[in-house]
């Protein structure tokens, strides 16, 4: 028996030797096979390395592209305020598909040097590897464009070191097609060599996996909605019917970790140590939105603020009440003795956690407009205790979400004992759940497709399941004042849902459909954006789609900068593209597909806007609100 190699993980490995022809220096100790028995490549370990190298969120995407998409999207604003720099353009993150297709193709490849009775016994941990491969070319295809794919990752066996690129349109083709043979792979192979141990996804479940392949196409299908409307609905017709399945419920869905410890790099268990988005925070629209329909999600997606009742009694005890942010003091119930001094009592309602969750307004230039917004741009000053204590007063994003190596210190009144939380945390990633998959066919079924149930029937089950997913990964990333207030102060409040929220949040009319299909459309795609906090590429795809948030809308509304002259048209729609080296071998064939794509090179924020990639040609400006 195989040891599980992600319970107690190694790396390099069977796989990283044959399919990067390094020399392989792992610790082959932990291994129930002796490595000088090891004469060919094994599809297991194949596998699980492809799991392993499977990334479509690391730390630049994080740090520059994810920074730049939430600001476009108006879900997060600079610390500095919204700018001219806001419209700034970013560069093109790496590509990812290569790192899971070349594991394909090493997997396929041995199959192929096998007898075929040997080969078909393989034939589940290829179609996995496949579905991998297809999730990960979305992502690229979302950000580049065309891409290279099918001439890619194969040179050790005869393919080509300069793959030509694969347009948009004839890869969603081909990956329909592939997902439709992976998902009669997995309903129909059997006696198959197909190990729990090294799949950390679905423990070599097949089922499972037929049901993300069934549940993949719908990815597709909304980004086939401008282009060919009606296949985009057959699409979703087909899914919501196929004998499969879709992905549907907690044991379902695509959320999982890859080890809790690691030889090679512990980045694959934290995924990394560096702070990401640590000069934005949520935006006052979102977070506004969040809190006052009573969205549990608001405490997973942003953090705390540090103004515990101990802090707000600090600034009282000091005579600084006027200190406090005024947005903090409309939430207090407080009293004043004769002799001026403040006592704090208790929160108003609705209590906490909720009254720690504060965003940053939209206005331009806010930052430079101290006497209106000083309370939340001004607060390194006005909220500075002393040299050692500044307490910031708005939710910046939940970092812990995302990685888990980062130390978490309590705001805690000067002179208390430090409160800290150093542990490491495994990561846990969601990539495609129920929620996911349900907000697209509310959307589908609004949009005319046939479907088995209604849009309102789907966007119910999504919205439920949201919510228990963002509150099952906070649990799982052990996120601050998740099962515990630390013992601080007893104003406190843990964050996890509790019973009964769900039900208040959808109580609310901004979170109900009406039968009004444009109201309706724009509720469904303000949801996919905050269902997508944890995916910055799919909710800027969703934004790109249905020009949500919409200009004047009445529940979430996009701020108009052309009076600053910044109009819609000026926020980038696609990243931007830097100029190949001459020297490059790549060169030709790319200067080839930017001029088949007609995109530019260079970061203007109107050519941006205008040059579309091919699923965005059609889709509304910003701020336009959804296309019927």
């Not at 600079?78 to 193709?105: E, R």
């Not at 050790?156 to 349109?169: C, E, F, I, N």
Request: aromatic fraction near 14%; proline fraction near 4%.
């Amino acid at each position: 028996m195989r040891k599980n190699i992600y319970k107690g993980m190694i790396t390099g490995m069977l796989a990283g030797c044959a399919v990067l022809a390094v020399s392989c220096r792992d610790d082959f100790s932990e291994v129930n096979t002796d490595p000088s028995a090891v004469t060919d490549a094994d599809v297991a370990y194949l596998f699980a390395q492809g799991v392993l190298e499977f990334e479509t969120s690391d730390y630049t995407y994080w740090f520059y592209q994810a920074d730049a998409m939430y600001q476009y999207m108006q879900t997060l604003v600079s610390t500095g305020s919204v700018t001219s720099t806001t419209f700034d353009a970013q560069s093109l993150p790496g590509l990812t598909t290569t790192d899971v297709l070349k594991y394909k193709n090493e997997i396929a490849y041995t199959r192929s040097t096998l007898t075929e009775e040997e080969s078909e016994m393989y034939a589940n941990y290829e179609a996995a590897m496949n579905v991998l491969c297809i999730y990960a070319g979305i992502h690229d295809t979302d950000f580049y464009g065309n891409i290279p794919y099918t001439e890619a990752a194969n040179a050790m066996h005869g393919g080509t070191l300069t793959p030509q690129y694969d347009s948009v349109q004839d890869l969603y083709d081909l990956w329909i097609n592939q997902l439709d043979t992976c998902i009669t792979t997995f309903t129909t192979s059997t006696d198959q060599n197909f190990e729990s141990a090294q799949d950390p996804i679905y423990s070599a479940d097949a089922t499972k996996w037929a049901k993300l392949a069934n549940s993949l196409k719908l990815k597709i299908a909304v980004r086939l909605l401008f282009q060919d409307r009606s296949r985009a609905l057959s699409i979703a017709e087909e899914v919501a019917n196929a004998s499969c399945g879709l992905i549907d419920g907690e044991s379902d869905d695509f959320l999982f970790n890859k080890g809790t410890e690691n030889t090679s790099s512990n980045d694959y268990v934290y995924h990394w140590s560096n702070g990401i988005l640590q000069s934005v925070a949520g935006s006052q629209t979102m977070i506004d939105f969040m809190v006052n329909n009573r969205d549990p999600r608001v405490r997973f997606i942003f953090q705390k603020n540090d103004w515990n009742s101990k802090v707000v009694q600090l600034f009282f005890d000091a005579g600084r009440a006027d200190d406090v942010p005024s947005y903090i003091m409309d939430n207090i119930n407080y009293t004043v003795d004769s002799d001026g001094n403040y006592q704090f009592d208790s929160w108003k309602s609705p209590g906490e956690p909720w009254v720690r969750y504060y965003g940053l307004p939209l206005d331009f230039n806010a930052a430079q407009q101290a006497g209106t917004y000083g309370d939340w741009f001004d607060y390194s000053n006005q909220c500075r205790y002393d040299e050692s204590y500044t307490y910031t007063p708005f939710s910046y994003f939940q970092q812990e979400q995302v990685y888990g190596r980062i130390d978490f210190t309590l705001p805690v009144a000067s002179g208390d004992a430090v409160i800290e939380d150093t542990d490491d945390q495994p990561w846990y990633g969601m990539y495609l759940t129920t929620a996911e998959v349900n907000f697209y066919l509310a959307e589908f079924a609004l949009l005319g497709a046939s479907l088995p149930q209604s849009a309102e029937d789907y966007y119910n089950k999504a919205l439920e399941a949201s919510v228990e997913e963002y509150d099952r990964l906070a649990n799982l990333n052990q996120i601050p004042y998740y099962g515990t207030t630390y013992n601080y102060d007893p104003n406190e409040a843990v964050i996890d849902l509790q019973s009964g929220e769900i039900e208040e949040m959808m109580s609310h009319e901004d979170y109900q459909l009406t039968g009004n299909t444009a109201d309706d459309l724009e509720k469904i795609y303000l949801q996919e954006m905050i269902h997508f906090s944890l995916s910055p590429i799919d909710a800027y795809r969703t934004a790109l789609r249905s020009g949500v948030p919409k200009f004047n809308s009445d529940i979430f509304p996009r701020m108009d900068y052309a009076s600053n002259g910044y109009p819609a048209s000026s926020i980038p729609r696609r990243m931007a593209i830097s100029a190949p080296s001459p020297t490059d071998q790549m060169y030709d064939i790319l200067i080839n597909t930017y001029e088949e794509q007609g995109l530019s090179i260079g970061s203007s924020g109107g050519v941006l806007n205008t040059e579309r990639l091919w699923m965005d040609e059609g889709a509304p400006q910003w701020g336009e609100g959804p296309q019927l």
